[in-house]
């Protein structure tokens, strides 16, 4: 994600601004629990199912466990609301819209009128912002290292819970 020399790094890829909010953007859908199915939220998920193991296995490590997937879930999440920067102008209302337009969808035929007015919100503003970043390089730099610090933070995170639960299960 940092990774200046790499043709496939964000900095190389994202270097005129071009597209960087649309991934931001699209990386805050992918991840947020509240928007996409994809996300850190799954932990979360997991660990509602380790707790009820736990209490049926009665294996208090499995409850620990639990307790580590939801602190990486929580990691996910944080990274979700990083993903776009809120001193950007109309990045609020953005990444409110997409929330919206989630919620209206999942609610079905009574959600139709909400839908139109948050994917026009959403859209308006990724069009603003789809051919230039308006932040300085600067600006844009620390975006992507406090990502990519985010995302290694979740992934030592990840390795430790999986540690956890292999050695609640006797692995």
């Known amino acids: 994600m940092t990774d200046e020399r790499n043709p496939k ?21 992918s991840v947020d629990g509240g928007v996409g199915p994809w996300g850190g939220h799954l932990r979360e998920l997991y660990a509602a199912s380790l707790d009820e193991a736990a209490v049926t ?7 620990d466990a639990a307790r580590a997937w939801r602190s990486v879930a929580d990691r996910w999440e944080e990274l979700a609301d990083a ?14 819209a997409v929330e919206t337009l989630h919620d209206a969808v999942m609610t079905g035929e009574g959600g139709r009128a909400r839908v139109s007015a948050a994917a026009g919100t959403a859209w308006a503003i990724r069009d603003r912002y789809a051919d230039a970043f308006p932040l300085p390089p600067d600006r844009s730099a620390a975006i992507l290292e406090d990502l990519a610090d985010r995302i290694r933070a979740i992934y030592g995170a990840e390795v430790d819970a999986l540690d956890l639960t292999a050695r609640a299960i006797g692995r």
């Open 9 to 29: 790094g964000w900095p190389r890829v994202f270097a005129d601004g071009k597209g960087l909010f649309g991934s931001l953007l699209a990386l805050h859908e």
């Open 57 to 63: 296995l009665d294996n208090p490590a499995l409850g």
């Open 83 to 96: 993903a776009v920067p809120p001193d950007l102008d109309g990045a609020a209302e953005t990444v409110e």
